[in-house]
């Protein structure tokens, strides 16, 4: 943890303090190879599939962004993006970040989705561990999703509706995926 700004007291003494920490396990996603049903890659713009799994979780403009399905004009079609956590593991939870970025807070967050599981790449066999159905648009904020432990290599989000970015395009945007170790 570090402090980047501190303030002095009325005797000049500088304090760090906390009025809450929260632990989570270690997020087993972070660097993990991702694949996607579509993706907008981009680079100049901060979009690719990788930038879903990179630590940052803070977008704008400039910096990374996280991953955004292609465009459409059908928000009820099917997109996904999965993890690959390259070993059998135990999570607990799954947490989604939106974008953060000013006045497009949210934009393009999944409407309808679910997050599953599989040993299994092609995910002919799944377990779904948290079903949505139409999701609030989040206000920069974490979104936790929490379930009984389960042990996995891979986690997908499946989005089966979009929501319309300010071009009038559906899409799914995820800044950051986490999965948390149980």
């Given at each position: 943890?570090?402090?980047?700004k501190?303030?002095?007291?009325?005797?000049?003494?500088?304090?760090?303090?906390?009025?809450?920490?929260?632990?989570?396990?270690?997020?087993?996603?972070?660097?993990?190879?991702?694949?996607a049903?579509?993706?907008?890659?981009?680079?100049?713009?901060?979009?690719?599939?990788?930038?879903?799994?990179?630590?940052?979780?803070?977008?704008?403009?400039g910096?990374?962004?996280?991953?955004?399905?292609?465009?459409?004009?059908?928000?009820?079609?099917?997109?996904?993006?999965?993890?690959?956590?390259?070993?059998?593991?135990?999570?607990?939870?799954?947490?989604?970040?939106?974008?953060?970025?000013?006045?497009?807070?949210?934009?393009?967050?999944?409407?309808n989705?679910?997050?599953?599981?599989?040993?299994?790449?092609?995910?002919?066999?799944?377990?779904?561990?948290?079903?949505?159905?139409?999701?609030?648009?989040?206000?920069?904020?974490?979104?936790?999703?929490?379930?009984?432990?389960?042990?996995?290599?891979?986690?997908r989000?499946?989005?089966?509706?979009?929501?319309?970015?300010?071009?009038?395009?559906?899409r799914?945007?995820?800044?950051?995926?986490?999965?948390?170790?149980?």
């Amino acid at each position: 943890m570090n402090a980047t700004k501190l303030t002095a007291d009325q005797f000049g003494a500088y304090y760090f303090q906390l009025s809450q920490i929260a632990m989570y396990g270690e997020n087993l996603a972070l660097g993990r190879p991702v694949t996607a049903s579509s993706s907008y890659e981009s680079p100049a713009e901060g979009w690719g599939a990788a930038a879903a799994t990179d630590g940052s979780w803070l977008s704008a403009l400039g910096t990374p962004m996280g991953w955004s399905s292609g465009g459409s004009t059908d928000p009820h079609h099917t997109e996904y993006l999965t993890v690959d956590l390259q070993a059998q593991v135990p999570i607990k939870d799954v947490t989604l970040y939106g974008r953060t970025d000013g006045g497009l807070t949210g934009q393009c967050f999944p409407v309808n989705f679910e997050i599953r599981c599989s040993s299994d790449p092609s995910f002919s066999t799944f377990t779904t561990l948290a079903s949505k159905a139409g999701y609030p648009t989040p206000d920069g904020q974490p979104q936790i999703f929490g379930f009984t432990p389960v042990t996995t290599r891979y986690v997908r989000v499946q989005v089966s509706q979009l929501s319309a970015d300010d071009h009038g395009s559906y899409r799914a945007q995820i800044s950051e995926i986490q999965v948390h170790a149980a």
